[in-house]
Every structure is written in structure tokens, then in C-alpha cells.
């Protein structure tokens, strides 16, 4: 009974619905612009990054490393202060019949000082390897430095991409508000009907939400960019927006491979990292190999002795001495064998991931140089395709305007300039990212 009464209530009053389009409000389309260069933006981050001064940090504690290793090549000088109470109870064996006791304070005082003369250079291989280690910790600060690099260079040219689709977006907005308010008028005058005036509103806040999804692209990027310069807050300020880059991209030459490898085996902070790292192992083994041979100490000092309240009246007591002492481990139960066998597993371990390390770069270049060479064809495509899509589209405006070209295929060249025009600023930073990373993967990055 109620669904015969739902059906008829339908059937014999339909419902209409008023569409009234809402009001929005205007919406700021301001293109952020800054004078932040990449090299600038390069330069901030790596004099104000934590992971940096983290890494020079550990270049200190490396450093001060090899000082305490020097420390074994000098004397060492001990003072010593004391004093005690002491009940003394003797029975000598020449006379066992007496039994002396005595109740006596003992005051000393001395100085000694101990020389390492010799032991088996392991104290200087040791020194060798903390030296060793300090380059090991430079080249990790530089390795930071890299990677620190590569990343600020990404999020810079994705910053600059969010604010050429805002551009574009922009563009497009105003192309279709002109041509709405064309529309508007031949409408009030009828003649062109109200859906072909709606289809430029359309398209204009089609427009206007392009630019909204990229000025929040824009607003994310900027926001990791601040976090990688170290602002305070993570707030990047707007004269720290990266600038548009107006240069020739074509200008900027593909670097060869030999080139590129060969520069990379010489300058790749990591490599030398692992190679120095290789050093230090190689000086500790010697170090380990030193326990074998004897240690041969000068030793000299002077004590004072004084005796209060014995039976037989307060004492004093004096003594200076120096000489020579040679100490040997004939056997130590293999445990200097072992160590020797785990410093030569670990050098065999750094020998290994070295050679992995050189792999991963010949990949690496292998595919920025493809990477480069296909975006930089792309962007000349993609140029002169953005170059003759434009005059296609004027040429279509104008038909348009003078009533030979139909609505669709205005809109057509509209979306067909607006996507060329995309795909050029992509293919374009494309290029720039490309070439960045290549010079990232050789360690030029660091060359700005």
C-alpha cells in the first residue's frame, strides 16, 4: 500500500529541482616568486643542516681519537700521595723466642714516570689507523654533503614545477573568464545558447582548481624545502621561493661515461670513505701483529717514606730509581692469531663492498646519461609541439570568434594547449632534474 502511494505521488507531482549555481568566492592567483637559485639553496643547506655539523662532530671525536693514540708515544708521569695506620706484629726466624710489636703511622709521597720505547710499532699503526679513520669521517661529512645536495636539488626543481602548472592553470582561468564574458554578452543578446556560456564558466573553475591542486603541490614541497635549509620552524619565507629558471636548458651539455666514471672514482665521497676506511683495517692489522714482539719500558721515579710513632723512634726514608724493562707474551692461548683473522675478514668485507659501491655507480651514470638523453629529446619535442599547439589554438580563437569555428573545437585547442603546456615545463625541469642527478651520481654536485 505505501509503494502504490509513493508511485502515484511521482507519477502526478514530479519534483523539480531549481539548479542556482553557488557564488564562489575569488580566489588569490598570485604566482609565488622568490630569488632562491639552486646553487643558493645549496649553498644554505649544507652551512645550516644538523646532518652536517652531525657529521663534523664525528670528524672532532675522530680527531681527538688520534690524539689519545699519540699519547702512547709519550712518558707518562703518575704522582702519588698517602698515608695509614699500621699495627706490626714480627717474629724472626733467627729469634723465634722474641715477638716485637709495634704501633706506627706511615706517611709516603712519590713520583714515577714510565716510557714506551718500543712495542712492536703498534702504537704508531695505531696512530695510523685513528688518522685514518678522521679521513674516513671527512669523506662521510662529504658523503652527507652529497646526498644533502641531491635532495635539495629535487625538491627545488618540483617547487619550481608546481608553480609552472600554476602558470599554466592561471592561463587557462583567464582565457575562459575572457571568453565567458564574450559568451555572456551573445547570450543576453541570443545568439549562442546559455549551455555554450556555461562551458567557458566550466572550464574557467576547472582552471581554478588545477591552480588550487598546484599551489598546494607548491605548499608541500616548499615545506620540505625549509626543513632541508634548516629555517627555523620549517617556515620557508617567500623571498626564499626558488626563482624560475629562464636559461637555454639546451645549452647544458650530456657528459660522456669515461668522463663521468673516471671523475667519480676520484671524487665519490663514498668510495673514498670505504677505501680510507680499508687504510685504518690495514694499520690495525699491523697493530694486532706488534703484540708479537716485546715491549721495552723505561721506568724512573722517586718516593718518600716517613715513619711516626715506632718504639725506636720516627724514621724517614728516600729512594730514587730508574731503569729498563722488557716484557714479552711468548703465548697468549691464540687470541692474537684470532684477532688478526677478524681485521683481515673485515678488510676482505670493506674490499667487497667497495667493489659493489663501483658497480652501483656504473649503473647509476649508465642510467642518468639514458635518462638525460631521452628527457633532453623529449623537452625538444615537447617545445616545438607547445610552439605549434599555440598557433593552433589562436587560429582556432580567432574562427571562433568570427563564427566559423563551433565551441568544441575551441575547446579542444584550449585542452590541447593546456596539456602541451604542462608537458613542456615537465619535460623541461625533467631535463634540469636529469642532469642533476647525473652530476650528483659523479659527486660534481658538490661543484656549484
Not at 663534523?56 to 698515608?83: C, Y
Not at 543576453?188 to 567557458?200: H, R, T, V
Not at 616548499?222 to 620557508?236: C, G, K, N
Not at 663492498?353 to 625538444?380: D, K, N
Request: charged content about 25%; proline content about 3%; cysteine-free.
Amino acid at each position: 500500500m505505501f509503494r502504490s502511494i509513493i508511485l502515484f505521488l511521482l507519477l502526478f507531482f514530479p519534483l523539480t529541482v531549481s539548479a542556482q549555481s553557488e557564488v564562489l568566492p575569488q580566489i588569490d592567483m598570485e604566482i609565488p616568486s622568490g630569488s632562491l637559485t639552486l646553487a643558493e639553496a645549496l649553498q644554505i643547506s649544507l652551512e645550516a643542516s644538523p646532518s652536517v655539523k652531525q657529521a663534523a662532530a664525528r670528524i672532532e671525536a675522530a680527531q681527538a681519537v688520534v690524539d689519545q693514540a699519540r699519547s702512547a708515544l709519550r712518558p707518562v708521569a703518575s704522582m702519588n700521595v698517602g698515608g695509614r695506620y699500621q699495627r706490626s706484629s714480627m717474629q724472626p726466624d733467627w729469634a723465634p723466642q722474641v715477638r716485637v710489636k709495634d704501633t706506627f703511622s706511615i706517611w709516603s709521597a712519590g713520583i714515577e714516570a714510565n716510557w714506551l720505547l718500543f712495542d712492536g710499532f703498534s702504537s704508531r699503526a695505531r696512530i695510523l689507523a685513528a688518522k685514518y679513520q678522521v679521513e674516513a669521517s671527512e669523506q662521510t661529512r662529504n658523503e652527507t654533503r652529497r646526498l644533502l645536495a641531491e635532495a635539495v636539488s629535487n625538491v627545488f626543481y618540483q617547487a619550481e614545477l608546481a608553480v609552472e602548472n600554476m602558470r599554466i592553470s592561471r592561463q587557462n582561468q583567464k582565457f575562459n573568464r575572457i571568453l565567458e564574458d564574450e559568451a555572456d554578452k551573445r547570450w543576453q543578446a541570443g545568439s549562442i545558447p546559455e549551455a555554450e556560456k556555461l562551458n567557458f564558466s566550466v572550464r574557467a573553475l576547472q582552471a581554478e582548481t588545477d591552480f588550487l591542486r598546484a599551489g598546494q603541490s607548491f605548499k608541500l614541497v616548499t615545506a620540505v624545502l625549509a626543513e632541508l635549509l634548516a629555517r627555523p620552524d620549517a617556515i620557508l619565507s617567500p623571498e626564499l621561493y626558488p626563482m624560475r629558471s629562464e636559461a637555454d636548458v639546451l645549452n647544458q651539455a650530456i657528459p660522456g661515461y669515461d668522463h663521468e666514471f673516471a671523475y667519480a672514482l676520484e671524487h665519490r665521497p663514498d668510495l673514498k670513505a670505504l677505501q680510507a676506511s680499508t687504510a685504518a683495517l690495514e694499520e690495525s692489522k699491523k697493530e694486532k701483529k706488534g703484540s708479537y714482539w716485546p715491549k721495552l719500558i723505561m721506568n724512573s721515579g722517586f718516593d718518600y717514606n716517613k715513619y711516626n710513632g715506632l718504639e725506636s723512634g720516627d724514621q724517614e726514608e728516600h729512594d730514587a730509581y730508574s731503569g729498563l724493562y722488557l716484557s714479552w707474551d711468548l703465548y697468549r692461548g691464540g687470541r692474537r692469531s684470532a684477532q688478526v683473522r677478524e681485521v683481515e675478514s673485515h678488510i676482505r668485507e670493506l674490499q667487497e663492498q667497495s667493489r659493489q659501491q663501483v658497480l652501483s655507480i656504473q649503473s647509476a651514470i649508465r642510467q642518468g646519461i639514458v635518462s638525460a638523453t631521452a628527457t633532453r629529446a623529449m623537452y625538444q619535442r615537447q617545445h616545438q609541439s607547445l610552439l605549434l599547439t599555440a598557433k593552433i589554438r589562436d587560429h582556432v580563437e580567432k574562427a571562433y570568434r568570427a563564427g566559423v569555428a563551433n565551441l568544441t573545437r575551441l575547446n579542444e585547442a584550449q585542452t590541447d594547449l593546456v596539456r602541451a603546456s604542462g608537458a613542456e615545463a615537465a619535460s623541461r625541469i625533467n631535463y634540469l632534474m636529469a642532469l642533476q642527478q647525473l652530476k650528483a651520481v659523479s659527486g660534481r654536485i658538490l661543484e656549484f
